[in-house]
C-alpha cells in the first residue's frame, strides 16, 4: 500500500497489526466481561448505527463482528439480521441474548471470518460493522467484502474510533498502538486504513458521543 498521499505521522496501516488467532485469543479473555467494559462506552455509537440502519430500505441486514449481540435486540423487527464474528466465545453470548430475548428476527449467528464470508454476492441490502474495522486483520479487505456481499443501490455503515489527526488524543493514541493485541483494537487506527480515497471522498462520516470519539460513516454504493 503507497502512504505517499499521508503525512509521516499517520500512517494508513496501524503499528501493530492483529491476526486471526490474537483476535480470537484477545476476544476469549474480553467476552465476559465485554458488555461490563466497553458496553457503556459504546452504547450510543452503537444506538445510533442501528437507528440508521432501522431507516434505511431493505430488510437483509449483514451485522459483522456481532460480537456479544449488543446491537441485536435494537433491530426493528422487519430487518432479517445474520451475524457473524470469528470469536466463538463472543458469539456464545449473542446467542443466549436471541434465546433470552426471543429475537425471532436474528436469522443466522454464525462462526465466519468477515473478510472472506462465503456469501453469494448481493446477499444483504446492508452491511454494518460496530466497532470491529479497527480490530479486522485487513480493513481494506474487510470493506471490498461488504462491497461485494451488498447489492448494488445498498449501504455498507461504520461506527469505529478513528485515529485523531493531530492533538494530545494523537500523542495517546500512539502511546497505546503497540498494546494493540492485548487490547484486540488499535487505538492508532486511521481513517485510511479502512477506506481507500474514492471512498473517503464519497463516506457521509458523523461525530459521535462521547467526544466525537467514535464516527459513524455510511458508504452508499
Ligand atoms: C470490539 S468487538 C465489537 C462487537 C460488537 N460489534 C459491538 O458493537 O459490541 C469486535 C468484534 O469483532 C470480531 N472480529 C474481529 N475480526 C473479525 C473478522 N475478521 N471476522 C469476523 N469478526 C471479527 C471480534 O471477534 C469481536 O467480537
Redo the contacts with the bound molecule.
Keep these: 500500500m503507497s502512504h505517499s498521499t499521508i503525512s509521516p505521522q499517520r500512517r494508513a496501516e496501524p503499528a501493530a497489526a492483529?491476526d486471526?488467532e490474537a483476535?480470537?485469543r484477545?476476544?476469549r479473555r474480553?467476552?465476559a466481561v465485554?458488555?461490563a467494559v466497553?458496553?457503556g462506552v459504546?452504547a450510543w455509537?452503537?444506538r445510533r448505527a442501528v437507528a440508521e440502519v432501522n431507516r434505511l430500505p431493505g430488510s437483509r441486514v449483514l451485522?459483522?463482528?456481532?460480537?456479544?449481540?449488543?446491537?441485536l435486540p435494537h433491530y426493528r423487527p422487519e430487518k432479517r439480521i445474520t451475524g457473524?464474528?470469528?470469536?466463538v466465545?463472543?458469539?456464545e453470548r449473542a446467542r443466549s441474548r436471541v434465546e433470552r430475548e426471543s429475537l425471532s428476527n436474528v436469522t443466522a449467528l454464525l462462526e465466519?471470518?468477515?473478510?472472506a464470508t462465503g456469501f453469494p454476492d448481493g446477499s444483504f441490502d446492508i452491511a454494518v460493522?460496530?466497532?470491529?474495522a479497527?480490530?479486522?486483520?485487513?480493513p481494506r479487505r474487510?470493506l471490498a467484502e461488504m462491497k461485494r456481499v451488498v447489492r448494488p443501490g445498498g449501504h455498507i455503515l461504520f461506527?469505529n474510533h478513528f485515529a485523531a489527526e493531530r492533538g494530545p488524543r494523537w500523542w495517546v493514541e500512539r502511546a497505546l498502538a503497540p498494546a494493540s493485541r492485548k487490547l484486540?483494537?488499535h487505538p492508532d487506527f486511521a481513517l485510511e486504513a479502512l477506506f481507500p480515497e474514492e471512498d473517503r471522498a464519497k463516506a457521509a462520516l458523523v461525530p459521535m458521543h462521547p467526544f466525537g470519539l467514535f464516527t459513524l460513516a455510511r458508504l452508499d454504493i
Design positions: 492483529l486471526a483476535v480470537r484477545a476476544y474480553w467476552a465485554y458488555d466497553f458496553g459504546s455509537g452503537r451485522e459483522v463482528g456481532v460480537g456479544t449481540g449488543l446491537a457473524i464474528d470469528l470469536s466465545d463472543m458469539l465466519m471470518d468477515a473478510e460493522g460496530m466497532f470491529v479497527s480490530v479486522v486483520p485487513n474487510l461506527v484486540g483494537w
